[in-house]
């Protein structure tokens, strides 16, 4: 009786691996991603270029990750740009970039089970300068009322966020 208690208990352990290794969830196909360049370059913003490869068994989300050391990642400074249901290009736009800056870059593409970067890619930032312009000829003055209008010289490598006219 122990040599048959044996036996069985033998076999079932042999049965629960074979059917624990074969019995294993397959992983879908690799999701690929290729950083391609940056573009539009200014004191403090720049568009990068990546491309979805191969979208494998879905992407959840995809963008750029960027930041002033090799390597950046997703914990640093990332684009979020949504799910992808086909490859090609796509553009991430990188904000709030410090003046005369070096940064690394490197597109990412991430779904349930994979998360994969492109290569990294380097570029400088633009140094600032203050924006000039020059101030149109005041016309049609009447008692209460003139127009006057100007014309952006040079933005000074950043983005005008406001502009008008100021009287006293």
Known sequence: KPFLISLILVFSIFSLLYFSLSCKKEKGRVINVATDSI?????????????????????????????????????????????????????SHLTNLLPNTRYFVRAYVRNDDYLEYGSVVTFNTLAASLPSINTAVISEITGSTAICGGEIVSDGNADIIAMGVCWS
Do not use: F
């Open 39 to 91: 573009i539009n370059i200014r004191a403090t913003s720049a568009s990068a270029i990546g491309t979805v490869v191969d979208i494998g068994d879905g992407i959840s989300q995809h963008g750029h990750c960027w930041d002033t050391l090799d390597y950046p990642a997703i914990d640093d400074n990332t684009t979020l740009n949504g799910a992808v249901s086909q490859i090609g290009e796509y553009t």
